[in-house]
T-cell receptor, first 115, second 114 residues
C-alpha cells in the first residue's frame, strides 16, 4: 500500500496565483516525520520542511505555508503568489520511528507556473 | 563546500555490462541511501546504509549491489541482472539512520542503456 499519496500529478497556475499541493499519508506509528522536497529541472531534491507527528502547528516561511492535520492524515503545502521559479516537482515524504531506516516518497506533483 | 557529489551526471551503458555510480559525501553523515526515480513513480529505495560496513536492501534491490567501506562513500553497481536499468538515480545522506532528520540529496546520475 502506498504510504504517501500525492493525488495531483500535474498542476498549472498563472503567476501570482496561490496553489495548494496535497499530501495524504498512512502510518500506524504514533511517532513519525513528514517532509516536503522540491525538485527543480536540475534534478537535485531540495529540502523544504520537516514536521514531527507531535507538532501540528502550521508553519509559514515567506510565500510557503504548510497545513498539518492528523485528523485527516494530511500535510498540505501552499505557495502564495506563485512565481515562475516555483516551477518544479514537489515531493512529500514520510519516515516512521519504528521503521526509521528509510523515507517513503509520494509520486510527486509537477507544478508549472505560467508567466 | 559540504554536500553530496554524484558522478557521472550522465552515463550510457551497453546491455549486459555492469556499471558503478559514485556517491561521496563530506557531511560526516552516518546514513546513506540510493533511490531510483522513474517518471510518475516517485522515488523508490534501492539500498541504504546506516553505518560503515553495513547496508540493507530496500524495496527494489534486485539487480543492484552496494558497498560501504568508508563513511563518506556509498557506490552503487547496476549489474547486468537489472532488467530495466534506464532511470535517474539519486544518492542521499542523513545524519542518522532513524529518519528523524531530513535527507540531503546529490544531483543525480541519469543512466541510459543503449
Amino acid at each position: 500500500a502506498q504510504k504517501v499519496t500525492q493525488a495531483q500529478t500535474e498542476i498549472s497556475v498563472v503567476e501570482k496565483e496561490d496553489v495548494t499541493l496535497d499530501c495524504v499519508y498512512e502510518t500506524r506509528d504514533t511517532t513519525y516525520y513528514l517532509f516536503w522536497y522540491k525538485q527543480p529541472p536540475s534534478g537535485e531534491l531540495v529540502f523544504l520542511i520537516r514536521r514531527n507527528s507531535f507538532d501540528e502547528q502550521n508553519e509559514i516561511s515567506g510565500r510557503y505555508s504548510w497545513n498539518f492535520q492528523k485528523s485527516t492524515s494530511s500535510f498540505n503545502f501552499t505557495i502564495t503568489a506563485s512565481q515562475v521559479v516555483d516551477s518544479a516537482v514537489y515531493f512529500c515524504a514520510l519516515s516512521e520511528l519504528n521503521t526509521g531506516n528509510q523515507f517513503y516518497f509520494g509520486t510527486g506533483t509537477s507544478l508549472t507556473v505560467i508567466p | 563546500d559540504g554536500g553530496i557529489t554524484q558522478s557521472p551526471k550522465y552515463l550510457f551503458r551497453k546491455e549486459g555490462q555492469n556499471v558503478t555510480l559514485s556517491c561521496e559525501q563530506n557531511l560526516n553523515h552516518d546514513a546513506m541511501y540510493w533511490y531510483r526515480q522513474d517518471p510518475g513513480q516517485g522515488l523508490r529505495l534501492i539500498y541504504y546504509s546506516q553505518i560503515v560496513n553495513d547496508f540493507q536492501k530496500g524495496d527494489i534491490a534486485e539487480g543492484y549491489s552496494v558497498s560501504r567501506e568508508k563513511k563518506e562513500s556509498f557506490p552503487l553497481t547496476v549489474t547486468s541482472a537489472q532488467k530495466n536499468p534506464t532511470a535517474f538515480y539519486l544518492c542521499a545522506s542523513s545524519p542518522t539512520g532513524g529518519g528523524y532528520t531530513e535527507a540531503f540529496f546529490g544531483q543525480g546520475t541519469r543512466l541510459t542503456v543503449v
